[in-house]
């Protein structure tokens, strides 16, 4: 009696495995699906998520092709036809549109000018970007880094200065401007500023704090 249980496991599990081994594998069909959202409405890249058959489901190996979008059912789904083996089949699928978002590769330090070879990139879905979050690396490459920021990163605009920071203590060349006159005069500057945006100076020749606007790094412009 035990011999004839035993012999009844094996041949189910044999078959289980025989029908394991022939499953679909949808990792084609999520490529080819993917491609053909891009071309078709948005140009832009996705991630499949899930993918639910109509009807029959596909078996064995064979390869799905000649795939075509039926419907744009709401932002995120889709739904689609396609050939396998000498059947059509039918489809609905839920995706999420990518965008580029960009970490850093390595620690940075304050003071520190990102370079590309600082950047790695990744692809995230749109609707979960962070707040802040830079998508352009054109954005990133030669500005210098407002605060330390750990590897891997998403870099955000308020990790990095709008423009080139000039610390507190710096000299700089004062061009004074008045309605008849240039001066030109030595400060130093009171607080980091960054260059572009206005900043504290302290006249050397006259002990007094002006305000001025930075020019470049080593120059202010004060207009009286």
Known sequence: MIGFFALIFNLFMSIFLLSSSYAFDKTQLTILLANEIKKSSINREVQISQIKFIGFEPQGSCIAENLKIREIK????????????????????????????????????????????????????????????????????????????????????DHLYEGIPV????????????????????????????????????CIQTGKEIVGKLIDKDTARVSI
């Open 74 to 157: 709401r932002p995120s789904s889709v739904e689609f036809t396609f050939n396998c083996g000498t059947r059509n089949y039918r489809a609905v699928a839920n995706y999420e549109v990518l965008t580029t978002l960009y970490v850093t590769q390595r620690p940075m330090k304050r003071g520190e000018t990102f370079e590309e070879k600082d950047l790695l990139e990744i692809k995230q879905p749109i609707n979960r970007i962070p707040a802040g979050a830079i998508t352009d690396k054109n954005l990133i490459i030669g500005k210098v880094v407002k605060r330390s920021l750990a590897r891997g990163l998403i870099i955000k605009d």
């Open 167 to 202: 610390k507190r203590g710096s000299k700089v060349n004062v061009i004074i401007d008045t309605k008849t006159v240039t001066i030109m005069t030595e400060g130093v500057l009171k607080y980091d500023s960054v260059v572009g945006n206005n900043a504290r100076i302290l």
